[in-house]
């Protein structure tokens, strides 16, 4: 996977920040969010299979259905729908407080130094699944999810994953690795 043991040898390419979202960008968010958070396990799962089937090298990370190949297996598992829930209010909590920088900040680089940290993951891995959040957002949700409303979910989603980035810089994994996938 690109890493060492120890101390990470290469230099992290950071994104670039996004400019701020305005006020009407987060008016945006937070009203499409509505509508998908009233399903948010469903949609939750959805995305974590969409995910696993097409990068299945993200199951590593998790012992529980790292061996599940068929979606439908995944779909009943409870640690899979835990885990589709978790990520789900975590993106709750970032839209909720979208107006609250310091809160989004703080979040954000609680879940970056937790997958760092304790579950060793590839910082790649959260570019992708905020891809796999985009399509599966726009594909459930087609009337809400015009194409202006997607390009201010895909400011937010790189404004996330410049956050969860930073996370892992501060714990000193120095690489963002493309070797992941």
Known sequence: MGKCPGRYLFRMDRPERTEPLSDSEREI??????????????VGVSVLIRFFVNFPS????????????????????????QH?????????????????PEKVSSVLALVGKAHAIKH?????YFKILSGVILEVLSEDFPDFF???????????????YWHVTGAYTDVGWLQVSSSAV
């Not at 509505?34 to 469903?42: F, I, L, R, W």
């Not at 589709?84 to 609250?100: F, K, P, S």
């Not at 060793?120 to 790649?124: F, L, Q, S, Y």
């Open 29 to 42: 968010i937070q009203d499409t969010w509505g509508h998908v958070y009233k399903n948010c396990e469903d």
């Open 58 to 81: 993200a199951k590593q990370y998790f012992s529980q259905f790292q061996d599940m190949e068929d979606p439908e297996e995944m779909e009943q598992s409870s640690q899979l729908r």
């Open 84 to 100: 589709a829930c978790r990520v789900m209010n975590a993106l709750n909590t970032v839209v909720e407080n979208l107006n609250d």
């Open 120 to 124: 060793k993951v590839e910082p790649i």
């Open 146 to 160: 015009t194409a202006e409303v997607q390009l201010v979910w895909t400011k937010l989603m790189g404004a996330l």
